[in-house]
């Protein structure tokens, strides 16, 4: 069984993955972290990156994140343009990864799960809801970026209103204790669909 896992940015999606990950029969594969790792290990998306944004998308063969976060983030078609060359390697290599675990509960966490139409591919979709206050403040403690910055990767995602809409399941992330409560009863209602 494949379990989408989605929510805008700061919503708590890694604390989510780590509290399903508690349990024995799930396994959970992070989509923005196989992109990086496909990105720096991949030649043929390394290729296609600085065929299309440049040598200074590579530094000493180590993607420079900075460069192109800088141009994915103030142009939305530079965006769509990196996804058409990454997404398509990462959607293999996820499907490889559910053929070697069809006795587990995969989640696939993806910020971008229904943007990328990922969503697709999955047997159910959990998504994550914080007010957007609180998500901005957690990405600020976060990372070290400002107010603006944060903001502009919001705009590059759906509202959580089009995705709960789209969604099997909502957590409202507001409380270690409540997310807890949430993720076991939605993992309770998972295996006995298994």
Known sequence: MVVGLTGGIGSGKTTVVKLFQEFENVITYIADDRAKYLMNHSEEIKQSLIQVFGEK?????????????DIVFKDKSKLDVINSIVHPAVKNDF???VQKNKDKIVIYEAAILFESGS???CDFVISISVRLEERI?????RDNTS???????????????????LSNYIIWNNSLE?????VKNIYNILTFKC
């Open 57 to 69: 998308s590579f530094t000493n063969g180590i993607l420079n994140r900075n460069y192109l976060s």
């Open 95 to 97: 499907q490889q990864y």
């Open 119 to 121: 969503y697709q591919n």
């Open 137 to 141: 403040n957690r990405v600020l403690k």
């Open 147 to 165: 107010k603006e910055a944060v903001l502009q990767r919001v705009k590059h995602q759906w509202t959580e209103t089009k995705r709960n809409l």
């Open 178 to 182: 409540s997310t807890k409560h949430q």
